[in-house]
């Protein structure tokens, strides 16, 4: 029998850090991309419009040591969806996720995020032309159901008949969004986390990548689910805690040395003074930070140091390293 946790049984599986607006863009992907060599890293939803229609080049905005990196869309039209994918692969993607899980009002009222799950035949017809137009794999992010159609008939009929018409890759969000009365952040949290249907979509759909998201804090819950899902998504606890990240890189890839924490900020701190050179502001990247001394005596000081002069105009590098001295390391 194989022990369980054995290293080797880990580095097929996938782990990805979950696409978060206004959290994870280009300068908080270069840091999870040091503390997570592994991870695929999901950018922030943009809307197909925006990108068939506005600034498409600033929109899709990533440098090349960020990959394997996945654009995330989000839309309900076929045509513009498959335009923004080719896009998209032509800036230098890995892949494309459609956002069938977002239930925020203002993606409700444009009839797509999380409510698509009502539609899978018009997701179905989304995925086809977007895999009919790009190379480069075309996957879904998804929730349980919606309001009371959360059932697992309802939602294995989705994914059969979207995977049918080309998504090879389902992430699921363990829960179901509910589209009236609860903020995005309540849904997050409010509507219950159901592991199992997620793990019966799996042996019902064994050739497809079924990777789990919701919930995922801690390394011994992620190794459990790894068990038998393909992968995991995880959110919050990554953003919040990259300790939590290294970790389970660490732990699923142990047969890559990651470089000592010093050696990893150094190499961030380099990339924040090309940026400062290139006139970015100080806070836009030490605003990912503020979870680096989690846990730490001093941790507090340090957020409260950057909260209050990384915004200054003009602040450079000696700001973050002052921050960094209010944190008494030893105890790392
Ligand atoms: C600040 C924030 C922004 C988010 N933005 C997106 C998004 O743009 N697209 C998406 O599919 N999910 C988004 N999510 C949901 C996450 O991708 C993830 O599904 C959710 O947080 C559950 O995972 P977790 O429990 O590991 O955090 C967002 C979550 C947070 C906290």
């Known amino acids: 029998m194989q022990v369980i946790g054995t290293p080797q049984e880990f580095t097929d599986k996938i782990l990805c850090v979950a696409p978060m607006m206004a959290w994870t863009d280009r300068h908080c992907r270069t840091f999870h991309r040091l503390i997570a060599p592994h991870a695929w890293l999901y950018t922030e939803m943009v809307v197909a419009d925006a990108i068939c229609f506005g600034r498409a080049h600033r929109l899709l905005e990533h440098g090349e040591h960020e990959r394997p990196v996945v654009q995330q869309l989000g839309g309900n039209d076929p045509y513009l969806l498959s335009q923004a994918s080719l896009v998209a692969e032509k800036n230098g993607f890995d892949a494309i996720n459609l956002n069938v899980g977002c239930p925020s009002d203002r993606v409700h009222q444009g009839a797509f995020g999380a409510c698509l799950m009502l539609q899978p035949k018009l997701v179905a017809e989304c995925i086809k032309r977007m895999c009919d137009t790009v190379s480069i794999p075309v996957t879904v992010k998804c929730r349980l159901g919606v309001d009371d159609h959360a059932s697992y008939g309802k939602l294995a009929e989705f994914v059969g008949y979207v995977s049918e018409a080309g998504a090879r890759l389902f992430v699921v969000h363990a829960r179901k969004a509910i589209l009236t009365g609860l903020s995005p952040a309540q849904n997050r949290a409010i509507p219950p986390l159901d592991y199992d249907q997620v793990e019966q979509l799996k042996a019902d759909f064994p050739s497809l990548a079924i ?92 957020r409260r140091y950057l909260s209050e002069y990384a915004l200054l105009k003009g602040a450079g590098i000696d700001t973050f390293i002052r921050a960094c001295a209010k944190v008494d390391r030893r105890a790392a």
């Open 211 to 302: 990777i789990l998201n919701g919930g995922l804090n801690d390394t011994q819950k992620v190794k459990q689910v790894l068990e038998w899902a393909d992968g995991v998504m995880i959110g919050r606890a990554a953003y919040q805690n990259p300790g939590f990240l290294r970790e389970l890189d660490l732990t699923l890839y142990p047969e890559k040395q990651l470089d000592n924490f010093q050696s990893l900020l150094n190499q961030y701190m380099a990339y924040m003074e090309s940026e400062l050179d290139q006139g970015v502001r100080l806070h836009e990247m030490t605003r990912h930070l503020f979870g680096l001394f989690h846990g730490l005596p001093g941790a507090r000081q340090y």
